[in-house]
């Protein structure tokens, strides 16, 4: 079945370091990627997507790419801040309108 | 800012007694999700709906649970008989089937405590 993974936080960082937070996922077919984010006392926000392979999703500085050789859709930002402190989820879906499997979440920490 | 809502936000009961959780989409989206979401974990797909029509329904979500979208607009959970296993947060989202923007948007959700 369709399934996702990512890797175990909590991730702590300084201010401005680079950021990865790995994703890989198991799925039959074309899927669509994302991920959401979630500050404290928010709900879940759509941080950005990808739909097709090779697509590159980007919002706030953050990026991540669909790799369909890989099956990763990893994500990234080049110098992070303390604001972006969260827990962030990485997300398949057969489309964009149908029921969202999500990995487990990875809580990131950012010191100044 | 119409979002999506849900009432309550956090609800405390004892083993064994009914509660039913209201979501409020967006108001021109058709669709309408349920989510569970235990500590520590991603949320787990509960059920969807399109427009009134109940579409899919997981595994996961047992007799017990019930959901409708009467009028094609706000949405309710039921659970029955609720048990200490039933704590969790409920989320609910809504997307617009055929938008150009087609994304799942989310509620804060409801936080169970079940004694």
């Known amino acids: 079945g369709n399934s996702v993974t990512q890797m175990e936080g909590p991730v702590t960082l300084s201010e401005e370091a680079f950021l990865t937070i790995n994703c890989t996922y198991t799925a039959t077919g074309y899927p669509s990627l994302f991920w959401y984010v979630q500050y404290p006392g928010e709900g879940l926000q759509l941080l950005l997507k990808a739909t097709k392979a090779d697509d590159k999703g980007s919002n706030k500085g953050f990026e991540a790419t669909y790799r369909k050789e890989t099956t990763s859709f990893h994500l990234e930002k080049g110098s992070v801040q303390v604001s972006d402190s969260a827990v962030y989820f990485c997300a398949l879906s057969r489309d964009s309108n149908y029921q969202l499997i999500w990995g487990a979440g990875t809580k990131l920490i950012i010191k100044p | 800012d119409t979002g999506v809502s849900q009432d309550p936000r956090h609800k405390i009961t004892k083993r064994g007694q009914n509660v039913t959780f209201r979501c409020d989409p967006i108001?021109?989206?058709?669709?309408l999700y349920w989510y569970r979401q235990t500590l520590g974990q991603g949320p787990e797909f509960l059920t969807y709906f399109q427009n009134e029509a109940q579409l899919e329904k997981s595994r996961l979500l047992s007799d017990r649970f019930s959901a409708e979208r009467p009028k094609g607009s706000f949405s309710t959970l039921e659970i029955q008989r609720t048990e200490q296993g039933d704590s969790a947060m409920y989320l609910c989202a809504s997307s617009l089937v055929g938008s150009r923007e087609e994304t799942q948007y989310f509620g804060p959700g409801t936080r169970l405590l079940v004694l």
């Open positions: 108001s021109e989206h058709n669709r």
